[in-house]
């Protein structure tokens, strides 16, 4: 079964805090999300990468960063933590599986139990 | 841009009734369209998806999908609801590469199945 593993399922933070959320997959997934999930808001991503040190914008980008420097782990950071990012967070990840240069399909993106992060 | 409406954010059924969750979707290619259920304090789980071939899957705990063309829609059935399908559900959909997208999954607002008994 493929594995997707978030380092912690609740957090509190203080505000302007630096705050590190890790995620790791053992099924060597080339691609890995994060989400950010709100009531009534469903989930809305932040940050994919495709590869290895290869990131790039979601939806909602604004005050997070990531880093990918190995492809089993994916790193959410939230530079200087506020209240309106008390969220839960979702890491997940998917494999790739058709021919890069002809139609890249995409697959199903395998979950991770969620960070619930509180900021205060 | 790709976008993905679930009409209704509750559904209560009772138990050994039809399940209906509905799912409109927008994309200017063809699509990739998922659901995924998820319960309480857990992660996302996938019920089914469609790529190609046959529009109408068949997912885990006897849900299915019918994906309309004509209708941009990917509606949720389940002919006898249980109570252990309480959960909330989503719908997702992502395109395939060469678009404008690259193969994102986009999320709709959820739908939370309350079962009466």
């Known amino acids: 079964d493929v594995k997707v593993t978030q380092s912690s399922r609740y957090l509190v933070k203080r505000t302007g805090e630096k705050v590190f959320l890790e995620c790791v997959q053992d099924m060597d997934h080339e691609n890995m999300f994060w989400y950010r999930q709100d009531p009534g808001l469903g989930l809305r991503l932040i940050y994919f990468?495709?590869?290895?040190?290869?990131?790039e914008k979601g939806d909602i980008p604004e005050g997070y960063s990531v880093s990918r420097e190995k492809k089993e782990r994916f790193s959410l950071i939230l530079e200087s933590a506020s209240t309106n990012q008390t969220s839960m967070y979702l890491c997940a990840s998917s494999f790739t599986p058709f021919n890069r240069s002809r139609d890249r399909g995409f697959a199903e993106a395998f979950f991770g139990q969620g960070t619930r992060l509180t900021v205060v | 841009a790709q976008s993905v409406t679930q009409l209704g954010s509750h559904v209560s059924v009772s138990e050994g009734a039809l399940v209906l969750l509905r799912c409109n979707y927008s994309?200017?290619?063809?699509?990739?369209l998922f659901w995924y259920v998820q319960y309480p304090n857990q992660g996302l789980q996938l019920l089914l998806k469609?790529?190609?071939?046959?529009?109408l899957v068949k997912g885990i705990n006897g849900f299915e999908a019918e994906f309309k063309k004509s209708e941009t829609s990917f509606h949720l059935t389940k002919p006898s609801a249980h109570m252990s399908d309480a959960a909330e559900y989503f719908c997702?959909?992502?395109?395939?590469?060469?678009?404008?997208?690259?193969?994102?999954?986009?999320f709709g607002q959820g739908t939370t199945l309350q079962v009466k008994p």
């Open positions: 997702a959909v992502s395109s395939r590469w060469g678009s404008s997208n690259t193969g994102k999954l986009i």
């Open positions: 994309s200017s290619v063809p699509p990739y």
């Open positions: 469609y790529t190609t071939g046959a529009t």
């Open positions: 990468s495709y590869d290895v040190k290869m990131k």
